[in-house]
């Protein structure tokens, strides 16, 4: 192949490759075509690598001559990271998808960060600035979405539990990062310095640079809670597509350029979405969270609270004309998906009409109680998402809620000192009755009381969901 | 200060479609049902999952062949792998339970 013809059709694969991830991601925007759109972008992903292989060329424009072993280590790689990554996502239960994803995010990180250690001591020297600015930034922010990846995902497999405040950790955080950036500066500037080249090349500093990035991921992410690490993992997402993009200018490579760039932008504008669903600023996530006892509820709270028996459940739920679930991150922990299905299918065999009132941010991710629910055959058009659903509740008669808490709470309505004040919730109180199904009386994420359960139309229905689901659905057969 | 000029002045083509770029993503974005940002977020993982690209150039380039950098080169298109394979079969695994009604 002449040079030119060998620049066309990778430049031809490289430009496919870019088109079907703008179109692909386009295309996953909706329902329908969600799914032929994450095949097309798959597509154009196994081009742009197998161009990149195929057609390499050496300084003369030629196919390159490059040792067997090379290629022997390239294929074993992807032979090997395409059996685990694949067994990984095909066994992976529904309820773990947000931890998976955030360990696949994390891996891409590490990919960056290992590119940015090998390329750096041979582009050093002078006049690499533009070089050395793309492959430390690259390794840097890779490293951050490496480690802070590996933490969101062991919070939430819950190996880490609760968030870890080091004293003062806003300043500490806020102080390392300056350091980071000071440091990143420095390295460029030091290395591009007259002189250096890849023997004299500062591979300690190098190092430590890599190190003190991770530990930044690390504590960027400790001190964030559980509920929050959806936008924690959007935003480390768009970090290494913003890693990729460095990739890119790096080796002036469009493609790389094109996907890292459209996933940094469109996973920020992701993040930024999430937050307002949860109206909290992104700062808030990061910096506040909800600071423990400091602000909390002013108001007092009367009445008591009301438990209701399996029996009478049953026979409340049979007789209603409408019932609507309320389904929450519970439901997720417990795996009651199944048998609320079987719940759904027994109340509708009776002619009640069962839906799904789905808030924005309920689970552990956006969304992730439709998936949830779909895995259990749940049909598309019963969930319903929350604009839609409250005006629906005054005609309901029972609302149950499984696993659901602060996206139910009326204080985000009337208590202006409560934290989470102005978030749109659910509003299940305008329902004729409303029964909640919770382990225990503990609050919600956000650790404060909720109104609802003192209201007179609300009884608490207590126990694990998959247990009280199970006993419920017993009950109801005898009926 | 005159490095950074000279950057600018270099890659100004480069700086434009970065920022294009940037727009396209946020257009491909708006609007979007929030039942489906589960599965978008999981497919903007897979398409960062790009990045192996760079791990194969690097082990193609190899200057300096070494044992300790023929590992990390096989780390690096690993764990690429990892990041476009899962990416792409777990996202297609969200969609499919969309689908059948």
Redesign the interface.
């Known amino acids: 192949m002449t040079p030119t013809t060998i620049l066309l059709i990778k430049g031809l694969a490289y430009l496919f ?1 870019s088109i079907t ?2 179109v ?3 295309m ?4 329908k075509s ?2 032929q ?3 097309l ?2 597509i154009g ?1 196994v081009a ?2 197998l161009a ?2 195929i057609l ?1 060329t050496d300084a003369s424009g030629q196919l ?1 001559s ?2 067997a ?2 290629y022997f ?2 294929f ?3 032979a ?3 059996v ?3 067994m ?3 066994r ?1 239960q ?1 309820t773990k ?2 931890e ?2 955030s ?3 994390g ?2 990180g ?3 960060a ?2 940015g ?3 750096f001591a ?1 582009n050093t020297g002078e006049g690499k ?2 070089t050395l ?1 793309a492959i430390l930034l690259g390794m840097v922010i ?1 490293s951050i979405s490496f480690s802070g990846s590996v933490i969101a995902f062991l919070k939430l497999n819950g190996t880490m539990g609760k968030p870890i405040r080091l004293p003062l950790y806003n300043i500490l955080n806020t102080a390392l990062l300056i350091g980071l950036s000071i440091f990143t500066a420095y390295m460029v500037h030091m290395s ?1 310095q007259p002189g250096i080249d ?1 023997v004299s090349a500062p591979m300690g500093l190098l190092y430590g640079l890599f190190a003190v990035a991770i530990i930044y991921g690390i504590l960027f992410t400790i001190p964030i809670g559980g509920a929050d690490m959806p936008v924690v ?2 935003l480390l ?1 768009s970090f ?2 913003l ?3 460095f ?5 002036d ?1 469009k ?13 920020t ?2 993040t930024l ?2 937050c307002k ?1 949860m109206n909290r600023p992104l700062w808030n996530v990061i910096f506040g969270a909800f600071g423990g006892s400091s602000g909390g509820s002013s108001l007092e709270v009367d009445g008591s609270i009301k438990d209701i028996s399996v029996s009478d459940l049953a026979v409340q739920l049979n007789y209603s004309k409408k019932v609507v679930i309320v389904p929450g991150y519970g439901l997720a922990v417990a795996q009651a998906q199944h048998i609320i299905k079987e719940l759904e299918n027994l109340l509708e065999e009776r002619g009640v009409e069962v839906k799904y009132a ?1 808030h ?1 941010v309920a689970g552990r ?4 109680m ?2 949830l629910l ?2 259990s ?1 749940v ?2 058009d019963k ?1 319903v ?1 929350m604009d839609e659903i409250n005006p629906e509740f005054e005609q309901t008669d029972v609302v149950l809620v499984v696993g659901a808490n602060d996206v139910v709470n009326p204080a985000a309505k009337s208590d202006p000192s409560s934290p989470i004040y102005g978030m749109p919730i659910l509003e299940v109180d305008r329902a004729k009755t409303v029964i909640v199904n919770k382990r225990s009386m503990n609050a919600g994420y956000a650790g404060i009381e909720n109104l609802l359960f003192y209201d007179p139309k609300c009884s608490m229905f207590f126990g694990d969901a998959k247990k009280a689901l199970t006993a419920l659905v017993a009950e109801l057969k005898t009926m | 200060m005159e490095q950074i000029a000279q950057l600018f002045i270099e890659n100004q083509m480069m700086i434009y479609f970065i920022i294009l770029s940037i727009f396209v993503g946020i257009e491909v974005i708006g609007g979007v049902p929030t039942v489906l940002h589960t599965p978008l977020m999981s497919g903007a993982n897979a398409i960062h999952g790009v990045v192996i690209v760079g791990a194969i150039i690097v082990m193609l380039n190899m200057t300096e062949p070494s044992i300790l950098n023929y590992m990390l080169g096989f780390l690096a298109v690993f764990l690429g792998t990892l990041n476009v394979v899962g990416g792409f079969v777990v996202t297609n695994r969200m969609l499919e339970m969309f689908q059948k009604k």
């Open positions: 490759g991830f703008i692909g991601l386009k996953m925007g909706n329902a969600a799914s759109g994450n095949k972008a798959a992903m742009a690598i990149t292989i390499h390159a490059v040792p072993i090379v280590i390239i074993g790689a992807i090997l990271g395409t685990v990554g694949w990984a996502a095909m992976v529904m998808m947000p998976l994803v360990m696949f995010n891996m891409g590490a990919c960056a290992l590119i250690l090998m390329e041979h600035t533009g600015i890779g591009s890849h993992i959007s997402n290494t597509g890693a990729a993009a990739g890119g200018f790096l080796y490579n493609v790389m350029l094109t996907g890292g760039i459209l996933v940094g932008s469109a996973g504008l992701l979405i999430m669903a789905i924005p991710m956006p969304g992730h439709n998936v779909a895995e055959n049909s598309y969930l998402e």
